[in-house]
């Protein structure tokens, strides 16, 4: 499966974005698709996720809310809602996919994860 990332820009504390990643080729209906994001000097991190199967989510501890997954299976894209960006949330954003079953546990941890998007820079200003 290739994966296409998008919606990436400058925004103010407090304003939202919308992250899209698109999937092709050969998808997998027990996949799950993943955000993760890594800020420069920082190790990639868990952003959320959703099994593609039945749409159910997973967070990151520190969202506290603020984002929001969600799919469209006819376009077979994934969305990362984001609402009360914080400077902190600067960072590129990677989604992610996976057919192989994961848990609550693994499916935070990047090694779990084949393929990959290019990444899309998100950037809070204070």
């Known amino acids: 499966v290739q994966l296409q990332a998008s919606g990436g820009g400058l925004v103010q504390a407090g304003g939202s974005l919308r992250l899209s990643c698109a999937a092709s080729?050969?998808?997998?209906?027990?996949?799950?698709m993943a955000w993760f994001r890594q800020a420069p000097g920082k190790v990639r991190e868990f952003a959320g996720a959703?099994?593609?199967?039945?749409?159910?989510?997973y967070d990151a501890d520190y969202v506290n809310g603020r984002f929001t997954i969600s799919r469209d299976n006819a376009k077979n894209t994934v969305y990362l809602q984001m609402n009360s960006l914080k400077p902190e949330d600067t960072a590129v954003y990677y989604c992610?996919?996976?057919?192989?079953?994961?848990?609550?546990?693994?499916?935070?941890?990047?090694?779990?994860?084949?393929?990959w998007g290019q990444g899309t820079l998100v950037t809070v200003s204070s």
């Open positions: 080729g050969r998808t997998f209906s027990n996949s799950v």
């Open positions: 992610a996919a996976t057919p192989q079953p994961v848990t609550i546990a693994t499916m935070r941890q990047t090694r779990y994860y084949k393929n």
């Open positions: 959703i099994r593609w199967s039945n749409g159910m989510t």
